[in-house]
T-cell receptor, first 113, second 110 residues
């Protein structure tokens, strides 16, 4: 079982609210990722990080922001939630070695009403 | 064109059938390859890595053809529990990005 945790698992929130989705891993992995996935659709990379103080935007444009102050923690923030942000957000981590797999958290299912 | 392309699916097969999934990647700098499985409303999990020599894990066989930039997954003797989405995944060097295919949905019927 992977040691990567996301909270909350489910979140229903009103439009305009600020939210932070938490992701923590205890495997000491340098690389961390955020993916967005709508039901039945493909994964889209929205943010990734090579290590502390490193953040990069992914392939899908997102209004969210991320930070990486500690190796184990990679939170994602939406300053003002909108219904279009309704989706599942999956966090993952891996080592720096290219031949390694990525481990996923269980995801946060966000609904903005 | 997407960097990783998979059979669109869905595949509907009876129990006991053999099913093959195909995947192509466009970036020749890709260095490692995987098949992941994602159950409905769950996170993706590694099914198996894919090696140049081909590798087998029970009923599952993965093949890689670097010259053709093609990856395959063969499932023999399909079980109901094999029903899931199968994701082709490529790790690209030079900055190291993990690229997921869109996935191929498999339904195994009794």
């Amino acid at each position: 079982e992977a040691d990567i945790y996301q909270t909350p698992r489910y979140l229903v929130i009103g439009t305009g609210k600020k939210i932070t989705l938490e992701c923590s891993q205890t495997m000491g992995h340098d690389k961390m990722y955020w993916y967005q996935q709508d039901p039945g659709m493909e994964l889209h990379l929205i943010h990734y990080s090579y290590g502390v103080n490193s953040t990069e935007k992914g392939d899908l444009s997102s209004e969210s922001t991320v930070s990486r102050i500690r190796t184990e923690h990679f939170p994602l923030t939406l300053e003002s939630a909108r219904p279009s942000h309704t989706s599942q957000y999956l966090c993952a981590s891996s080592t720096q070695t290219v031949n390694t797999e990525a481990f996923f958290g269980q995801g946060t299912r966000l609904t903005v009403v | 064109r997407k960097e990783v392309e998979q059979d669109p699916g869905p595949f509907n097969v009876p129990e006991g059938a053999t099913v093959a999934f195909n995947c192509t990647y466009s970036n020749s700098a890709s260095q490692s390859f995987f098949w992941y499985r994602q159950d409905c409303r769950k996170e993706p999990k590694l099914l198996m890595s894919v090696y140049s020599s081909g590798n087998e894990d029970g009923r599952f066989t993965a093949q890689l053809n670097r010259a053709s930039q093609y990856i395959s997954l063969l499932i023999r003797d399909s079980k109901l529990s094999d029903s899931a989405t199968y994701l082709c995944v490529v790790n690209r060097g030079g900055g190291f990005k993990t690229i997921f295919g869109a996935g191929t949905r498999l339904f195994v019927k009794a």
